[in-house]
């Protein structure tokens, strides 16, 4: 019965999921080269420039690191780029050609960008294969998604999902049972499902032991190349151990970019966010 309670509750939420329902307009992007680029964009909140002539490409692939000091601007560009929040002026693409400005939070979901927020959201009460099926691409309602068996390849690509997030063993097993670091995996999970080419992180590291953190770190790692996975995130720590290309936004600009070599000795990121 309480299971028949929360698959109630999904379904007043599952909005959610209406994000993964295919569109035949939506090309999928397989250029390798820039995957997401930002020109010249600008955003104000009454009157206060969050996004000041921000600048960037990530290459297909690379797994990069988005840094900077409190209202540096990190939220929002996450949000712009995933159309939550729509810019003033500049231009925002996936791949070549997709003008990420043109389209609803739904579509860039659906087009390949994915996203998964800091605080975990996965269905406590069910489990951790039971919210993996839940994320499954698809244009199915939840209660469908639920009564119908997975195909084969479905199956297949569900137990490969278990096996990166390494969560294989507990697929049966209450998520609401699973540690704060195992929850965030099963999330990352949840975004692999809908098979994104780009993944937003944020703040993965946050309230995670260390232990959580090296495992975190290597699941990241391991995600890009056949993904680009984008991270923010405040511990510097974490940042070094995976970062091969690091950003630093001060003021809704980009303040440097290179590696984590390059920006530590950066006398200005030194100022702004290093030295605090
Ligand atoms: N909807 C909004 N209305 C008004 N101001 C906003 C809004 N969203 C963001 N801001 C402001 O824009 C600036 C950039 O905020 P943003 O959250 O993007 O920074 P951030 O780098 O993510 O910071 P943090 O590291 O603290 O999360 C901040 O000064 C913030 O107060």
Redesign the pocket.
């Known amino acids: 019965m309480k299971q028949l309670d929360t698959l109630r509750e999904t379904m007043r939420r599952d909005e959610v999921f209406s994000f993964v329902k295919p569109d035949a307009n939506i090309q999928p992007i397989t250029d390798r080269g820039v995957i997401l680029s930002l020109e010249g964009v600008n955003k104000s909140?009454?009157g206060?420039k969050?996004i000041n002539d921000l600048n960037m490409a990530i290459d297909a692939g690379e797994l990069r690191c988005i840094i900077?000091?409190?209202?540096?601007?990190?939220?929002?560009?996450m949000?712009i780029i995933t159309g939550k929040?729509v810019p003033d002026t500049g231009r925002v693409r996936f791949g070549q050609t997709m003008n990420l400005l043109g389209m609803s939070e739904p579509e860039i979901a659906q087009a390949g960008i994915g996203r998964k927020f800091q605080k975990p959201t996965v269905f406590e009460a069910l489990t951790v294969a039971e919210n993996l099926e839940l994320a499954m691409q698809g244009d199915k309602s939840v209660w469908s998604t639920f009564r119908a068996k997975l195909s084969g390849s479905q199956q297949d690509y569900l137990g490969e999902v278990l096996e990166t997030i390494g969560l294989q063993d507990g697929a049966k097993g209450r998520s609401g049972s699973l540690s704060h670091g195992q929850k965030q995996w099963l999330e990352i999970g949840m975004l692999l499902m809908q098979r994104p080419h780009v993944l937003l992180v944020d703040e993965p590291a946050a309230g995670m032991t260390h232990q959580e953190m090296d495992k975190t770190t290597e699941l990241l790692t391991s995600l890009a190349g056949d993904h680009t996975v984008v991270v923010?995130e405040?511990d510097m720590d974490f940042v070094r151990s995976i970062a091969q290309r690091v950003t630093v936004?001060h003021q809704?600009h980009v303040l440097a970019e290179g590696s984590m070599d390059d920006v530590q000795q950066d006398q200005r990121v030194i100022e702004v966010y290093l030295g605090e």
């Open positions: 909140f009454d206060f969050a900077g000091p409190n209202g540096a601007g990190k939220t929002t560009m949000d929040t923010v405040h936004l809704g």
